[in-house]
C-alpha cells in the first residue's frame, strides 16, 4: 500500500535560516506528489504539486520543492524563512490509478524563532 | 475566489446528539472528502464520495454517515456524538481529473 513518511514532527528554525522539511514516498511508480501548509485553527493550503516534468517545482510564499525518485523523497525547502511560516506541513500523494484520492503524511510542526 | 465553506468553525455538542457537519463548494467539483484530524494522527479520512449521491468508506468510518444530495453539498452525520469524536473536521474538494484537494477552513467540534 502506498505511504507517506515525514520523519520530523517538529522542527525550530529562526528567522532568515534556511528550512527543508523532508518527505518520503512509498510507490512503486511515480506519484502525484503536494505539499500543504495549515496555519494554526485554519484548514489546508496547497503549496505545491508535482505531476511530471522537471522536478524543482515553485510554489506560493516563495517555497520550492524536488522530486528525486532514487530517492523517493519531495523536500520542501525555502532559503529564508519568515515568522509568518510557523505552521503544520502536510507531504502528501496520489497515485497514477488513483489520483482522487490523496494520502497524507502525519505532518511536521514548524516554529520559527525571531 | 473558489471556496470550500464549512457552516460552522466551533461547535459544541453533548454526547447522544446526533450532529450534523455541513460543507459546500462552489467549484464544481466532482470529488468531496471528509477527514478528522487529531494531534499525532495527522488525517484521517471517513468518507468520501464521487458524485451525487454515491459514497465510500474511507479509513475510519465507524460513527459516521454522510449525504450527498446535491453536487455541491457534503455532510457529514455523527449519528449519536460521543467524547471521542471530539477533532478538528476538515471538509475537502476536487475535480475528477485530480490536481489535488481544496479544504474548507475546518470544523473544531467538542462533545461534552
Known amino acids: 500500500a502506498q505511504s507517506v513518511t515525514q520523519p520530523d514532527i517538529h522542527i525550530t528554525v529562526s528567522e532568515g535560516a534556511s528550512l527543508e522539511l523532508r518527505c518520503n514516498y512509498s510507490?512503486?511508480?511515480?506519484?502525484?506528489l503536494f505539499w500543504y501548509v495549515q496555519s494554526p485553527g485554519q484548514g489546508l493550503q496547497l503549496l505545491l504539486k508535482?505531476?511530471?516534468?522537471?522536478?524543482l517545482v515553485q510554489g506560493i510564499k516563495g517555497f520550492e520543492a524536488e522530486f528525486k525518485r532514487s530517492q523517493s523523497s519531495f523536500n520542501l525547502r525555502k532559503p529564508s524563512v519568515h515568522w509568518s511560516d510557523a505552521a503544520e506541513y502536510f507531504c502528501?500523494?496520489?497515485?497514477?490509478?488513483?489520483?482522487?484520492?490523496?494520502?497524507f503524511g502525519t505532518g511536521t510542526r514548524l516554529q520559527v524563532f525571531p | 475566489d473558489v471556496k470550500v465553506t464549512q457552516s460552522s468553525r466551533y461547535l459544541v455538542k453533548r454526547t447522544g446528539e446526533k450532529v450534523f457537519l455541513e460543507c459546500v463548494q462552489d467549484?464544481?467539483?466532482?470529488?468531496m472528502f471528509w477527514y478528522r484530524q487529531d494531534p499525532g494522527l495527522g488525517l484521517r479520512l471517513i468518507y468520501f464520495?464521487?458524485?451525487?449521491?454515491?459514497?465510500e468508506k474511507g479509513d475510519i468510518p465507524e460513527g459516521y454517515s454522510v449525504s450527498r444530495e446535491k453536487k455541491e453539498r457534503f455532510s457529514l452525520i455523527l449519528e449519536s456524538a460521543s467524547t471521542n469524536q471530539t477533532s478538528m473536521y476538515l471538509c475537502?474538494?476536487?475535480?475528477?481529473?485530480?490536481?489535488?484537494?481544496?479544504f474548507g477552513s475546518g470544523t473544531r467540534l467538542t462533545v461534552v
Open positions: 510507490y512503486g511508480a511515480t506519484p502525484y
Open positions: 508535482y505531476f511530471s516534468g522537471d522536478t
Open positions: 467549484m464544481d467539483h466532482e470529488n
Open positions: 502528501a500523494v496520489a497515485t497514477l490509478y488513483n489520483t482522487d484520492k490523496l494520502i
Open positions: 475537502a474538494s476536487s475535480a475528477a481529473t485530480g490536481g489535488g484537494y481544496t
Open positions: 464520495s464521487y458524485d451525487v449521491k454515491m459514497k
